[in-house]
C-alpha cells in the first residue's frame, strides 16, 4: 500500500528524521511509527531519509545547491 501524505511541522532545528517521525505518528494515531518513514523526493527520485538525518539541514543543502 503507498500512501502520500503531506503535513507542515513546525521547524525545531536540528530535530531528526525519528524524533520527526515520532510526532508525526503521534498526531495521526499511528502506534508503530517505526514501520513508516519519511523520504525526500527531488525531480521525481526518491530517498529514504535515515533516522539520523536532519531535515531541515537537508533542506538548508538543497536550497543552497538549487538557488
Request: glycine share 4%; charged share 20%; aromatic share 8%.
Amino acid at each position: 500500500i503507498i500512501c502520500f501524505s503531506y503535513a507542515t511541522m513546525p521547524n525545531v532545528p536540528h530535530m531528526n528524521t525519528a524524533r520527526l517521525n515520532r510526532i508525526i505518528a503521534h498526531q495521526h494515531g499511528i502506534t508503530n511509527p517505526d514501520d513508516y518513514g519519511l523520504y525526500l523526493i527531488v525531480n521525481g527520485f526518491e530517498n529514504l531519509l535515515s533516522p539520523t538525518e536532519c531535515p531541515d539541514v537537508i533542506r538548508d543543502r538543497l536550497r543552497k545547491v538549487i538557488i
